[in-house]
């Protein structure tokens, strides 16, 4: 590849798209579409979003004068493929199938791989990669317990930025991530919280639809038996269900949106519902970690804080004064997904790391 190699990096989030170019390593365009509940709650299947999320992203190329001839690959945040090992994938038709079947789930990082192969079609040689998707499963033996054999606890999370941060934590500090033990908060429309384990995530809350904090937009833990009866009263149908658990849940349910900021600034001019919400959500964080510090039998190098809610002073000091005698925290707000996914594809471009096959 040559000297300007052009990357479009796509990376579909629960309420907002972020697009990016990148020209070898810099950035030369980067933007974070916002989606509204209203147009985004038009949509029933997360599948469905794929054309007005496309659309919008040839919009934002268009006003900012990038041709799309000019780009050299295509890379999105990848979505709930089967779990796999962390890496670069191409986007080939078994993956097209699955993300576009869904059948691990749905989230809007499926989109990233589907938007990113349909727009690399258009090109003369652009190929569509994705990487670290939520699916990277890591965990120890001992982790995938749940309390019953019909249900295993598996691994979905922010794999490319709880991963980008802590290597860049670590070199920071001139260590190698794979020599040191972290947590990981990353604070999103979804909430993880991992234990990174000599460069291995060991354990983390299933952040979609499994266990945890409460975040924006999605439950967390429920108590189960009252899950239960929810579900067998004949009140609710399954899908009602499920969107109180993704979605709807959280935050949403609480206060009526999954915007912390908002949150945020109506608990400061004394809304006193929505400064409890956002406590109890800091709580929940601060109570994972904890968790997470016994999964690392308490060597824990240090806390990481990251996500759009990290840029949160008021938020994030909710979390550290209950976890700051664990580990040392540091707090890297909003992500560097974008910047990894370019790197990514660069090294990938390059033949510097080997492009795994989806099967
Ligand atoms: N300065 C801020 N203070 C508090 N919350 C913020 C701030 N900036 C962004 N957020 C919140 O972060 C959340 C989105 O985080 P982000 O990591 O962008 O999510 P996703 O990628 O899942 O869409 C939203 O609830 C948003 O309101
Ligand atoms: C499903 C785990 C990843 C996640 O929650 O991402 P968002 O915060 O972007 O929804």
Redesign the pocket.
């Known amino acids: 590849m040559g000297v300007n190699t052009r990357i479009l990096v796509i990376?579909p989030?629960?309420?907002?798209t972020?697009i990016a170019i990148f020209q070898q390593e810099k950035v030369i365009f980067l933007k974070?579409i916002k989606h509204s509940q209203e147009v985004l709650g038009k949509f029933k299947r997360i599948t469905d979003q794929f054309e007005h999320r496309k659309e919008v992203i040839y919009e934002e190329l268009k006003n900012a004068d990038i041709p799309l001839e000019t780009i050299d690959a295509v890379i999105g945040r990848g979505g709930l493929v089967k779990p796999i090992g962390s890496g670069v994938y191409r986007v080939n038709d078994v993956m097209k199938k699955d993300l576009l079947e869904c059948k691990r789930g749905e989230h809007?990082s499926n989109l990233g791989g589907l938007i990113a192969a349909d727009i690399a079609k258009l090109l003369p040689s652009a190929e569509a990669f994705i990487a670290d998707p939520v699916v990277v499963d890591e965990l120890d033996p001992l982790a995938r317990y749940s309390g019953h054999p019909d249900f295993e606890r598996n691994s979905i999370f922010h794999a490319l930025n709880q991963k980008a941060i802590a290597r860049s934590h670590a070199n920071s500090i001139m260590k190698k991530y794979e020599d040191m033990n972290l947590i990981v908060a990353?604070?999103?429309?979804?909430i993880t919280v991992g234990a990174h384990r000599k460069g291995r995530v060991v354990d983390v809350n299933q952040g979609l639809d499994g266990d945890g904090p409460f975040s924006?937009e999605r439950s967390g833990s429920l108590p189960v038996g009252t899950l239960l009866k929810a579900a067998f009263s004949g009140q609710y149908s399954y899908e009602e269900m499920y969107s109180m658990i993704v979605g709807k849940g959280g935050?949403m349910a609480y206060l009526g949106t999954?915007?912390?900021?908002?949150a945020?600034r109506e608990a400061k001019d004394g809304d006193e519902k929505c400064k409890e919400v956002l406590e109890a959500m800091a709580y929940q964080v601060a109570k994972e970690i904890g968790a997470m510090s016994t999964v690392l039998k308490g060597e824990v190098d240090a806390i990481l804080i990251t996500?759009?809610?990290a840029?949160?002073k008021w938020?994030c000091n909710l979390v550290i004064e209950r976890v700051y005698r664990i580990a040392p925290v540091h707090v890297y707000p909003?992500?560097d997904e974008m910047g990894a996914l370019a790197e990514n594809a660069l090294l990938a471009l390059n033949g510097d790391i080997e492009i795994k096959e989806y099967q």
């Open positions: 990376n989030g629960s309420t907002s972020k974070t809007a990353h604070l999103g429309g979804g924006p935050m999954n915007d912390a900021y908002l945020e996500g759009g809610i840029n949160s938020f909003g992500q």
